[in-house]
């Protein structure tokens, strides 16, 4: 087990989340590069994959990252010819998004990063670790979405 700084003793679960998450995001963003994407661009396209023709803010919605970021991918996305941004028939001011076929072809690129990601993460793990990794993943993801946030000051 690493060292942990003596200012995280107090919150060991906390720092090995912080540090498995940045290496699983950093080995994520080299095989995205291969595929030309940025990171975060592969959930977009995951969910326009899974239902088609979705406004910016449902996407906004099922992915969790803030407007900024979602607006700059889907600018990037449309670049590199992956979607097309049309508005709304019933409000021109939505945007709605589809998937172009270059878009749809990256299908099983995406589920192949998927399934190298899972193989690299449990590749020192049991099925049964694996399995309660998982597990206890969620359960500490719906542990602090189910708290309301704390406030940040203005100032």
Known sequence: MPDIP???????????????ARAHRAYAGV???????????ELLLMQLLDREGQT??????????????????LRRMQEAGLLVREPAQHDRRVMVVHLTDKGRAMREPIAALWRSLEETSAGNLTG????????????????????????????
């Open 31 to 41: 095989l995205l590069r291969k595929m030309n994407l940025h990171p975060g661009q």
């Open 6 to 20: 003596t200012t995280a003793a107090g919150g060991p679960m906390g720092y090995a989340i912080f540090q498995l």
């Open 128 to 155: 049964q670790q694996a399995a309660a990794f998982v597990e206890t993943a969620y359960a500490i993801t719906e542990a602090i979405t189910s708290r309301s946030m704390p406030q940040e000051e203005s100032g």
């Open 56 to 73: 910016q803010s449902e996407l906004l919605e099922a992915v969790g990252l803030d407007h900024s970021t979602v607006s700059k991918s």
